[in-house]
């Protein structure tokens, strides 16, 4: 079974600032791979999902941006975060559309 | 796009109680599934359950897709059920749509 993998695991940055957050799974080829974002403790909004490297579709238009530079890497990047950007960042991985698997998450707090 | 809407929003129990939450979604899908998010923000998978009923322990859950709602039944409730149960919906790869979740308390 897969195991999905990301970091840092709490993040603090003034705002301004760059990001970069990572996610690594293993135990799974060629995977969909998604971002998602989860504000205030409660409901998980999709921010970007690949179903392969270097493809990319976002749901939302926002202050952030990803990329798949390796088929069990997922990325997500700032080049200047804003207050709004403060949440819980999950990672999930999937497979032919069904079950889908999260990561620990990041907590970013933007100050 | 496709609106989850979950209910109760929030639910307070003795330990030992059943419970009963329910999901209701505006269209067809492919992908239905049911988490407990622990008190860590892991998420945990319970179910994946598009159509019919499954069980797994004190949990079991059931998807009636031509009338578009699920349901999860807690059963004999313990502290450690406490936590947010997050339904979701989609199809295919473009990712699932959230609900607002059920916040439960089991209190000893």
């Known amino acids: 079974s897969q195991t999905i993998h990301q970091w840092p695991a709490t993040l603090v940055q003034p705002v301004g600032s760059p990001l970069s957050l990572e996610c690594t799974v293993e135990?799974?080829?060629?995977?969909?791979l998604y971002w998602y974002r989860q504000a205030a403790g409660r409901g998980l909004q999709l921010l970007f999902y690949?179903?392969?490297?270097?493809?990319i579709s976002s749901e939302v238009p926002q202050n952030l941006s990803a990329s798949r530079p390796q088929d069990r890497q997922f990325i997500l990047s700032s080049k200047k975060l804003l207050l709004s950007d403060s949440g819980f960042y999950l990672c999930?991985?999937?497979?032919?559309?069904?079950?889908?698997?999260f990561g620990p998450g990041t907590r970013l707090l933007v100050l | 796009g496709i609106q989850v809407e979950q209910s109760p929003p929030d639910l307070i129990l003795q330990e030992g109680a059943n419970s009963t939450l329910r999901c209701n979604f505006s269209?067809?899908?492919?992908?239905l599934q049911w988490f407990h998010q622990n008190p860590w923000g892991q998420l945990i998978n319970l179910f994946y359950?598009?159509?019919g009923t499954k069980q797994n322990g004190r949990l079991s859950a059931t998807t009636v897709a031509t009338e578009r709602y699920s349901l999860l039944y807690i059963s004999s409730s313990q502290t450690t059920d406490s936590g947010v149960y997050f339904c979701?919906?989609?199809?295919?790869?473009?990712?699932?749509?959230f609900g607002k979740g059920t916040h439960l308390i089991i209190q000893p």
């Open positions: 690949s179903v392969g490297i270097g493809q």
């Open positions: 999930a991985c999937g497979l032919g559309g069904e079950t889908q698997y």
């Open positions: 135990g799974t080829s060629n995977p969909n």
């Open positions: 979701a919906v989609g199809g295919g790869a473009d990712g699932l749509t």
């Open positions: 269209d067809s899908v492919n992908n």
């Open positions: 359950i598009p159509s």
